[in-house]
């Protein structure tokens, strides 16, 4: 079956970089668009980055834009969001989301990680 | 305050038929598929339904999509205490440089 494992949270000071990894497993990666979802403390989800099957296209929320960079190896079956210059804005439960369909463009995410929870504090 | 605007709360009586809202622009719902999210406390976010009315698989008949000009909606009839859960839509917003949405989120309650 199909499981996506995140890695790599923690708590960080403002201003700092960290960087987080989807390992996925039980299906074709390099088919799929793979996405960043996080939902801050008691608030809704927000759409953060996605990366195309081939890694070669990438669209950002305005929130992160320039400063969070997504990526993947197709050949580790892994996908990563390095995160630059964090505020306590970014603190949040970071999920990965793999894509259900055919685009990269689409909010049609058929299955999630467990989560991962990044907490920015000085 | 979100782009896809939901009603924060609902609520509903076991038995009974729900419907929640989520309203778009032309960028958004109004050219792009929506879909439509099941979260239940401390767990991660479920898909229930894609390209406006598709349930995924193992998804209860008694939920519903349907999507009309810039707007979404999501039914639930015959409403169950495990129901009880926060539901969120989705849609891509071809607006800027492209970019996904959720809604704000609404908190369903089972009275």
């Known amino acids: 079956q199909v499981q996506l494992v995140e890695s790599g949270g923690g708590v960080v000071h403002p201003g700092n970089s960290l960087r987080l990894s989807c390992a996925a497993s039980g299906f074709m990666f390099n088919r799929r668009g793979m996405h960043w979802v996080r939902q801050p403390p008691g608030k809704g989800l927000e759409w953060v980055a996605v990366?195309?099957?081939?890694?070669?296209?990438?669209y950002y929320a305005d929130s992160v834009r320039g400063r969070f960079t997504v990526s993947r190896d197709n050949s580790k079956n892994t996908m990563y969001l390095q995160m630059n210059r964090l505020t306590t804005d970014d603190t949040a439960v970071y999920y990965c989301?793999?894509?259900?369909?055919?685009?990269?463009?689409?909010?049609?995410?058929?299955?999630w990680g467990q989560g991962v929870l990044v907490t920015v504090s000085s | 305050q979100s782009v896809l605007t939901q009603p924060p709360s609902a609520s509903g009586t076991p038995g009974q038929s729900i419907t929640i809202s989520c309203s778009g622009s032309?960028?958004?719902?109004?050219?792009?598929?929506v879909d439509w999210y099941q979260q239940l406390p401390g767990t991660a976010p479920r898909l229930l339904i894609h390209?406006?009315?598709q349930r995924s698989s193992g998804v209860p008949g008694r939920f519903s999509g349907s999507k009309s000009g810039t707007s979404a909606y999501l039914t639930i009839s015959g409403l169950q205490s495990e129901d009880e859960a926060d539901y969120y839509c989705?849609?891509?917003?071809?607006?800027?440089?492209?970019?996904?949405?959720f809604g704000g989120g609404t908190k369903l309650t089972v009275l």
């Open positions: 032309s960028s958004n719902i109004g050219n792009n598929l």
């Open positions: 989301a793999r894509g259900g369909g055919s685009m990269t463009t689409q909010t049609f995410f058929e299955d």
């Open positions: 990366t195309s099957l081939d890694g070669f296209n990438e």
């Open positions: 989705a849609a891509w917003d071809d607006s800027l440089s492209g970019r996904g949405l």
């Open positions: 390209s406006n009315n």
